[in-house]
C-alpha cells in the first residue's frame, strides 16, 4: 500500500493553509519565543481519501481558533453602533467581533436587551442602528423653511435622547408642488454633520390637515385667508354656525373619506365682516395662532389674586418710584428713581411688578406663560401674556395703590461707573403715572408734575447723565432708529402712520433698564446660575469691505478689521449726524 501523507507540522509545510505564518520573536529577556501549536485535529492521521476535506475547509479550519472570541459587552456594542455608518445586520456584527456561529443565539438575546434598554432602534427587517442616527429612508414631518425658503424637517416618532435632529429638505423638481408645513414625506436622508442630515423626497403619505381653518365665507364655502392652503373648504348644511357670506370665519375639519375636491368642515366661531378695520388684528391672532384664550383654570386662579403683604418686604412706599410709558400703555409695569449721594455720586432704584409672586411653577398661570413667552401688541387692541386681572391688575404698577415688587439698588460714582447693587422683594405705591412727553416737557421747562416733590424730575435727568456720559466713554453703539406708531380714527381705520419722537425721556429709561439688566446677569454669575445672553457678533469681512466702499464714497473711513471698535461706528455716526446722508 502506500505510504500515509505525513501531517503538517508547521504553516510553512502545509501548502493549502492561508493563515499569515506566525514569526517567533525574541522577547526582552532573550528567549525566543515557541512556535503556536496547530489545531489538534491537523496533527492527527488523515482521513481516508474519500472523507479529506477540500482546500477551503482546511484554511477555515487552519484559521479557527481553539476558544471563540468573547461576546462583546453592552458598551461595545453602543461604540460599534454609534460608529457604523448606517444600518448593520447580526452578521455584520458577528464578523466585527470575530463571533461563530455557535454564538448567533447568545448576541440574538443580547440585542434584544439592548434594544429594550434604548440602546439599538430596528432599521429594517434584519437591520438595527444607533438610537441617535436615522434610517437611510425614514418618514420625516416638514416643521418650516429655513432662510432660504427651503423646506426643514424632523423626523416623525423620534424616541432618541435629546432633541430630534434638523432635516434640511431638497426643494421639490420642477412640476411638483412645494412642502409645506404639516405635510408628511419618506425622505433618503444623508448625515451632514452632529444632528443635521440632507432629505431628498422620496414619496409623499401626506399630512395631517390644520387644526382650525382661518377664512371668508362664501356660497357655502370657506376661502382660506393664508395663501399658503391652496384648498377650499365646504361647508355641509346645518355647520354653517349661523354665519352669514363675507364674514371672516373660525372653522374645523371634519371627518371624511373624500380624496378629491373640497373637504367638509364645520364653522366654530365668527370674526366679522371682511373689509373691517378691526379684522385685520383678528385675522393676524388666528393666523398666526396667537393663543387669545385662557382656559378656565388659569382665569380662576388670576381672579384668586389678591394684595401682597409688607411683612417679608422692603417698605419702598415712602419712595417717590414713578412709572414713565407711552401715551397709549395699558399697563404699568415698571417704575424708577433717582437721588443724588454725598460725594456726587446717584442712588438709583428700579422697580418692576413681581409677577413670580402670582404665577408660581407649575401652576396654570405659569404653563400659559410658557405657551405665550409674552403679550403681543396690535393697533387696536393686546393680546395679554397673563389674563387681565393681573396683566392690568396686581401687576400693573398703578399710582396710589400697593404692589408687590422686585427691585434693585444701584450706586453710581460722579462719572457713572457702578460700584455696587443689591436685589430685594419689596412693596411699593406708584407716585405717578407718567409719559414720556410729560416727562420731557417738565425737563425741558425745569418743573415737576404736582404728585411729585420739588427736583424730581431734575434728579432722575441727573443720573442718566451721568449713566449716558460713562457709556459714551465705553464706546458703545447708539443707534438711534425710529419707531412708526399707527393712528386709529373712531371707527377703527386706519387715520396716519408716524415716526415715534426719540426724547431724552425714553433714552433715560433705556439707560435704566440695561444697568438693571447689568446686575442681573452679574448676580447670575455671582450665584452660579444658568443664564442667556444675546451676542452682537463681529460682522463679516465681506460685510465690513462693501461698507467701507460706501463710507469711502462719503469721505467717511474705518479703521483695518483687526483694529476695529464699536465706538468707531459711533464716531462714523457721529460724523454724519445732522447731515442728508444720516438718513
Not at 503556536?36 to 485535529?41: E, N, S, T
Not at 419702598?316 to 409695569?333: C, H, Y
Not at 404653563?367 to 389674563?387: C, H, I, K, Q, T
Not at 398703578?398 to 408687590?404: F, L, M, S, V, Y
Amino acid at each position: 500500500g502506500k505510504t500515509p501523507r505525513p501531517p503538517a507540522a508547521a504553516p510553512e509545510e502545509a501548502p493549502h493553509a492561508t493563515a499569515p505564518r506566525r514569526i517567533a520573536v525574541a522577547p526582552p529577556g532573550g528567549e525566543s519565543e515557541a512556535p503556536a501549536k496547530r489545531p489538534r485535529r491537523l496533527a492527527e492521521a488523515p482521513a481516508p481519501p474519500a472523507a479529506r476535506p477540500q482546500g477551503s475547509s482546511r484554511r477555515r479550519a487552519a484559521a479557527r481558533p481553539d476558544e471563540p472570541a468573547p461576546l462583546p459587552t453592552k458598551a461595545a456594542l453602543r461604540e460599534f453602533l454609534a460608529t457604523a455608518a448606517g444600518r448593520v445586520t447580526k452578521s455584520d456584527i458577528a464578523r466585527a467581533f470575530g463571533l461563530t456561529a455557535d454564538q448567533r443565539q447568545e448576541l440574538r438575546l443580547l440585542m434584544r436587551e439592548l434594544a429594550a434598554e434604548g440602546g439599538a432602534t430596528p432599521a429594517g427587517k434584519r437591520g438595527v442602528i444607533a438610537p441617535s442616527r436615522l434610517q437611510e429612508i425614514a418618514p420625516v414631518e416638514i416643521t418650516g423653511t429655513d432662510p432660504d425658503g427651503d423646506p426643514v424637517a424632523r423626523p416623525v416618532g423620534w424616541r432618541g435622547e435629546g432633541r430630534p435632529p434638523v432635516i434640511y429638505m431638497h426643494p421639490e423638481p420642477a412640476g411638483r408642488p412645494a412642502l409645506t408645513a404639516g405635510e408628511k414625506v419618506l425622505a433618503r436622508l444623508k448625515p451632514i454633520g452632529p444632528g443635521k442630515y440632507e432629505g431628498r423626497t422620496f414619496k409623499r403619505i401626506g399630512g395631517a390637515p390644520p387644526a382650525r381653518i382661518l377664512g371668508v365665507f362664501e356660497e357655502g364655502r370657506i376661502i382660506p385667508t393664508d395663501r399658503r392652503q391652496k384648498g377650499i373648504w365646504e361647508v355641509p348644511r346645518g355647520e354653517e354656525g349661523g354665519a352669514q357670506p363675507g364674514e371672516i370665519v373660525l372653522a374645523e375639519p371634519l371627518p371624511s373619506a373624500r380624496h378629491f375636491g373640497p373637504k367638509p368642515a364645520r364653522i366654530i366661531e365668527r370674526l366679522g365682516v371682511m373689509g373691517e378695520p378691526r379684522s385685520v388684528s383678528l385675522v393676524c391672532i388666528h393666523a398666526h395662532g396667537i393663543p387669545d384664550i385662557f382656559p378656565a383654570e388659569a382665569v380662576q386662579q388670576a381672579e384668586r389674586a389678591r394684595g401682597v403683604a409688607a411683612h417679608g418686604r422692603t417698605d419702598l412706599r415712602e419712595t417717590a418710584l414713578i412709572t414713565i410709558d407711552g401715551e397709549d400703555a395699558r399697563d404699568f409695569d415698571d417704575a424708577v428713581f433717582a437721588e443724588p449721594e454725598d460725594g456726587g455720586g446717584w442712588r438709583i432704584l428700579v422697580a418692576i411688578a413681581d409677577v413670580a409672586h402670582y404665577v408660581t411653577t407649575g401652576s396654570a398661570l405659569d404653563r400659559e406663560a410658557w405657551a405665550r413667552g409674552n403679550s403681543v401688541y396690535f393697533p387696536d387692541r393686546v393680546v395679554p401674556m397673563l389674563p387681565e386681572a393681573l396683566s392690568n391688575g396686581w401687576c400693573s404698577l398703578r399710582p396710589a395703590e400697593d404692589r408687590g415688587c422686585l427691585f434693585v439698588e444701584m450706586r453710581f460714582d460722579a462719572q457713572g461707573r457702578k460700584h455696587a447693587h443689591s436685589f430685594g422683594r419689596g412693596i411699593m405705591r406708584s407716585a405717578a403715572r407718567l409719559t414720556y412727553e410729560e416727562v420731557q416737557a417738565a425737563a425741558d421747562a425745569g418743573t415737576d408734575p404736582a404728585a411729585l416733590p420739588e427736583g424730581h424730575i431734575a434728579r432722575l435727568y441727573g443720573a442718566f447723565r451721568a449713566l449716558l456720559a460713562a457709556r459714551e466713554k465705553r464706546g458703545t453703539l447708539d443707534l438711534d432708529v425710529p419707531e412708526r406708531k399707527v393712528v386709529l380714527d373712531a371707527h377703527g381705520r386706519v387715520e396716519s402712520v408716524l415716526p415715534r419722537a426719540r426724547l431724552d425721556a425714553h433714552r433715560l429709561i433705556e439707560e435704566f433698564m440695561v444697568a438693571a439688566n447689568v446686575c442681573a446677569a452679574e448676580e447670575l454669575e455671582r450665584l452660579v446660575q444658568p443664564c442667556m445672553y444675546r451676542v452682537h457678533d463681529k460682522p463679516s469681512d465681506q460685510k465690513l469691505e462693501g461698507l467701507r466702499q460706501f463710507l469711502a464714497t462719503l469721505d467717511v473711513s474705518l479703521p483695518p478689521s483687526d483694529r476695529l471698535h464699536p465706538r468707531d461706528f459711533a464716531r462714523v455716526l457721529e460724523k454724519v449726524r445732522g447731515t442728508p446722508e444720516e438718513r
